[in-house]
């Protein structure tokens, strides 16, 4: 089952302006990732959170995890038309011995010129 | 190559015929996932490969599907009697370790007709 679940589902936006997306789980992780999707094709990988960190930046974006709310954000500043595509978190459970990724469902972000 | 690679990029088939998908991890990736992705949807996980441990098959949504990873390396995904429903996006992503990213292939579009 999904353990991620993204809010909101679609998100629509000026150019410039900040988008802020949101991911909740359930269980103890030992990691938490952020993937952006273009055009329904291979997922990128943006940024990967550790449990014992709190926040973390790479050029525009900014993820932080808040371990006790069980949650985290993607925050993408002076959003840009390219930044139009869909953002997938997904964990890495504690309780998992293997390398299982948990997803959420996504959300949809429009930048509009 | 220097990424994951799937193949074909793009497969139409009549409904009925077996259909093979293939997938070329990144050298020395010890996990190996497949994912479908129907339009608009999130990633729903089929099974995974890692090392030489038994695949995890708990996704497959029935017989008709069917996995293998060869030498540790390559994976096939075999879906045999296609139906209508199959049509999707098959993506394939491997990763190095249990505390890193996975890296996407640019995945397989199939039509079934």
């Known amino acids: 089952s999904q353990q991620g679940e993204e809010d909101p589902q679609a998100l629509s936006i000026q150019e410039g302006e900040n988008a802020t997306m949101n991911c909740s789980y359930k269980t103890s992780i030992n990691n938490l990732q952020w993937y952006r999707q273009n055009s329904g094709r291979g997922l990128v990988h943006l940024i990967l959170i550790r449990s014992n960190e709190r926040e973390k930046h790479s050029g525009r974006l900014r993820v932080t995890l808040d371990t006790s709310k069980k949650s985290s954000s993607l925050l993408i500043t002076a959003s840009r038309a390219a930044d139009t595509a869909s953002y997938f978190c997904?964990?890495?459970?504690?309780?998992?011995?293997?390398?299982?990724?948990?997803w959420g469902a996504g959300t949809k972000l429009i930048i509009k010129p | 190559g220097a990424g994951v690679s799937q193949s074909p990029s793009n497969k139409v088939t009549e409904k009925g015929k077996d259909v093979e998908l293939r997938c070329d991890p990144i050298s020395g990736h010890t996990a190996l996932y497949w994912y479908r992705q129907s339009l608009g949807q999130g990633l729903e996980f089929l099974i995974y490969f890692q090392g030489n441990s038994a695949p995890d098959k708990s996704g497959l949504p029935s017989d008709r599907f069917s996995a293998e990873r060869t030498g540790g390396s390559v994976s096939t995904l075999t879906i045999q009697r296609t139906q209508q429903e199959d049509s999707a996006v098959y993506l394939c992503a491997s990763i190095k370790g249990a505390r890193t990213e996975a890296f996407f292939g640019q995945g397989t579009r199939l039509t079934v007709v």
């Open positions: 997904a964990t890495r459970r504690t309780m998992d011995s293997n390398y299982q990724l948990i």
